[in-house]
């Protein structure tokens, strides 16, 4: 079955570092379209960031841009988000999810993903 797992979210002070992974199993992505994806409470989920398949191209969301990046390691079935500089305005359940395509204006962004992780939280303070 395949199943995407996040880690590395935890209780960080605004200005710290933290970086997410998320490990894929029960298949191979590494044709898959990949992103990171966050969502507040009280809040729709938005796109942090997406990856094509080879690395090749990414986008990020005018929030983080200059701040976070992406990256895929596709022979660990892995990918990553390095976020810098965090601030309040990043806490969230962070979310990895995987896409047959490199879909850049989905309907939503919450059904971007073909499969989706369980999230981890990211919280920010002060």
């Known amino acids: 079955q395949e199943q995407l797992v996040e880690s590395g979210g935890g209780l960080v002070q605004a200005g710290d570092s933290l970086r997410l992974s998320c490990t894929a199993s029960g298949r191979t992505f590494s044709h898959y379209a990949m992103g990171w994806f966050r969502q507040a409470p009280g809040k729709e989920r938005e796109l942090v960031s997406i990856?094509?398949?080879?690395?090749?191209?990414?986008s990020y969301a005018d929030s983080v841009e200059g701040r976070f990046t992406i990256s895929r390691d596709n022979a660990k079935n892995t990918i990553y988000l390095e976020m810098n500089s965090l601030n309040p305005e990043d806490t969230a359940v962070y979310y990895c999810?995987?896409?047959?395509?490199?879909?850049?204006?989905?309907?939503?962004?919450?059904?971007?993903?073909?499969?989706w992780g369980q999230g981890t939280q990211v919280t920010v303070s002060a």
């Open positions: 990856i094509s398949w080879n690395g090749g191209l990414t």
């Open positions: 999810a995987a896409r047959a395509g490199f879909e850049v204006a989905p309907a939503t962004w919450a059904s971007w993903g073909d499969y």
